[in-house]
C-alpha cells in the first residue's frame, strides 16, 4: 500500500436510513404488524447549498521536455557519423502536462487556499469558479513542509467565502464533509467520519493530520473538509490507498495548523521557522534504560551543527531534551513542532538530560535555513 496526494473530495448529501428491527409481542415470538419507523439523518443539503460556491476548482499547466531513450555513449556514436538530428533521434517536443486539484475562497477579494503539491512546477494556474467562470491566478506563496500554497484571482465582484473552523474541537466521530473535484467532477460532494486525529503519515516534519472515511480522491487536493456547522476543520491532501483510489482513509491537514501557515504565506510569501541546528532522534526503551530515564520519552541529539543555536547555548550531542518553553518533549515530533512555531530569535528556556542530570539553559532560536 502507498500513500498518494489526491486532488478533490466527494460527499454523500441527504438523509442516511438506519435500519430498527421490528417490534416483537411480549407474548409471542411473531413480530408485530407495524414496524418501528426507521430513524432518520438530518440532511447536507443546507451546508452544501451554502459552502459550495466558494469551492472551486485548480487547473495547471507545466512545461517539460521529452526525454531521449538514446543511451548516452550510443548518442554520441550517431552524433559523429549522422551530426545532431541523426536517423531514429527521438524528435524533442514541448509538452505542456496539465493538472487538476481543488481549493476554497477565504476573502472575497480572491484569496484561495490549495495544496502545494497541486500547484507545484506549474507556469499557468488557472481558478475555476463554481459558476464556470475561469481566471487567471497569482501564486502568493507556498511552504512545501506542510503541502499548502495561496493564490489571488482578480474577480469582477465579490466571492463567496468560508470561514475557518476550530480543528483543536474536532472529535473522533465527527461529521466530516468534503467538496472538491475528484477525477474533474467539480463540485463533487462525500460525507463521513473523522477516523482519527494526529496521524503521522511521514510526509514531512510537522504531520498532524486528521484522518477520516469521508470519500477522498485524485483531484481533492486543496479542497476544504468541513464540519456540520460548514466551517472548515481541514485542507484535503492525501490518501492511503493501494490502488490510487478511495478505500475510505484520507487525511486533511487540521485547519488550526493551516491558518497559521495560510497567514505567514499571505504576509510574507513564505513561512519562518525557527531552528536549533541539531539532529535528533527518537529515546528507546533501551536507550532510557541506558541514560537512567523513567520512560522513553524526550528526543536524543544525535549531533550538533557546527555554529548553530544549539552549539552556541552549550548543547551537546547525547543530551537528551525533555522540555521546550512550556511544551513537555516526549516524542521527535514535539520538538520538532515546537521549534518550528517559535518565531526566529525568541529567547527560550531548555530543560535536558545530560549524563543523569537535569539541566536547563537558554537558547535563541535561529531562522531555519532555505
Excluded: C
Excluded at 415470538?29 to 407495524?34: L, V
Amino acid at each position: 500500500m502507498k500513500l498518494t496526494s489526491i486532488g478533490k473530495a466527494i460527499l454523500l448529501s441527504g438523509a442516511l436510513a438506519v435500519a430498527v428491527p421490528l417490534a416483537y409481542h411480549a407474548t409471542t415470538s411473531q413480530p408485530a404488524t407495524a414496524a418501528v419507523p426507521a430513524a432518520v439523518l438530518p440532511s447536507f443539503a443546507p451546508l452544501v447549498k451554502a459552502t459550495r460556491p466558494a469551492v472551486v476548482t485548480i487547473k495547471t499547466t507545466g512545461t517539460a521536455r521529452a526525454n531521449s531513450e538514446i543511451d548516452p555513449q550510443m548518442r554520441e556514436f550517431m552524433e559523429r557519423f549522422f551530426g545532431r538530428n541523426f536517423p531514429g533521434e527521438p524528435q524533442q517536443r514541448n509538452r505542456r502536462p496539465q493538472g487538476l486539484g481543488s481549493g476554497f475562497v477565504i476573502d472575497s477579494n480572491g484569496t484561495i487556499v490549495t495544496n502545494n503539491h497541486v500547484v507545484e512546477g506549474s507556469s499557468e494556474i488557472t481558478v475555476v469558479l463554481s459558476d464556470g467562470e475561469e481566471l487567471n491566478a497569482t501564486l502568493i506563496g507556498t511552504d512545501a513542509k506542510t503541502d499548502l500554497a495561496v493564490l489571488r484571482v482578480e474577480a469582477r465582484g465579490t466571492l463567496p467565502t468560508v470561514p475557518w473552523g476550530n480543528s483543536d474541537n474536532v472529535e473522533v466521530g465527527d461529521w466530516a464533509i468534503a467538496i472538491g473535484n475528484p477525477f474533474g467532477l467539480g463540485g463533487t460532494v462525500t460525507a463521513g467520519i473523522v477516523s482519527a486525529r494526529g496521524r503521522d503519515i511521514r510526509s514531512g516534519p510537522y504531520d498532524d493530520f486528521l484522518q477520516v472515511d469521508t470519500s477522498i480522491n485524485r483531484g481533492n487536493s486543496g479542497g476544504p473538509l468541513f464540519d456540520q456547522q460548514g466551517n472548515v476543520i481541514g485542507v484535503n491532501t492525501a490518501i492511503f490507498s493501494p490502488s490510487g483510489g478511495s478505500v475510505g482513509i484520507g487525511f486533511a491537514i487540521p485547519s488550526n495548523q493551516a491558518q497559521e501557515v495560510v497567514a505567514d504565506l499571505i504576509e510574507n510569501g513564505s513561512v519562518e521557522r525557527g531552528w536549533l541546528g541539531v539532529s535528533i532522534q527518537p529515546v528507546t526503551e533501551e536507550i532510557a534504560a541506558a541514560i537512567g530515564l523513567d520512560a522513553a520519552e524526550g528526543a536524543l541529539i544525535a549531533d550538533v551543527v557546527d555554529g548553530g543555536p544549539a552549539e552556541r547555548a552549550g548543547l551537546r550531542r547525547g543530551d537528551v531534551i525533555l522540555g521546550f518553553g512550556s511544551q513537555s518533549i516526549n516524542t521527535v515530533r514535539d520538538l520538532t513542532r515546537s521549534v518550528a512555531d517559535t518565531d526566529p530569535g525568541t529567547q527560550t528556556n531548555i530543560r535536558f538530560l545530560r549524563k543523569g542530570s537535569e539541566q536547563s539553559l537558554s537558547i535563541q532560536t535561529g531562522k531555519f535555513p532555505a
